[in-house]
Nanobody, 127 residues
């Protein structure tokens, strides 16, 4: 079991940056693959970025590739999402997710494959 708590959301102007953090409690954090998803009002939850348990493999949605970076610090039990060049269409509630995924070469992009979720943090990008 792992519990996840996101932080770092807020209001930012277009072109600005934010860094989201997701702190995990529970054992074996380093054995979990981690991901960020987001959900805007009226939309389904969509994949943003993921990182394997080893940290060797990352994956991004096309809409954020080149602007967002996911990373993890196993010593701090924390996963980060650095978001640069933010756009109004990035406005959403951002969720952290975790799952035991053995293959370190695989990035899992489906929300249904993650069983542990944080409560979400709001990101609003003004134009």
């Amino acid at each position: 079991q792992v519990q996840l708590v996101e932080s770092g959301g807020g209001l930012v102007q277009a072109g600005g940056s934010l860094r989201l953090s997701c702190a995990a409690s529970g054992r074996s954090f380093r054995s979990y693959a981690l991901a960020w998803f987001r959900q805007a009002p009226g939309n389904e939850r969509e994949f943003v970025a993921a990182i394997s348990w080893s940290g060797d493999t990352t994956g991004y949605a096309d809409s954020v590739k080149g602007r967002f970076t996911i990373s993890r610090d196993n010593a701090k039990n924390t996963v980060y999402l650095q978001m640069n060049s933010l756009k109004p269409e990035d406005t959403a509630v951002y969720y952290c997710a975790a799952e035991r995924i053995i293959l370190s070469s695989v990035v899992v992009r489906s929300a249904a494959d993650y069983h542990f979720w944080g409560q979400g943090t709001q990101v609003t990008v003004s134009s």
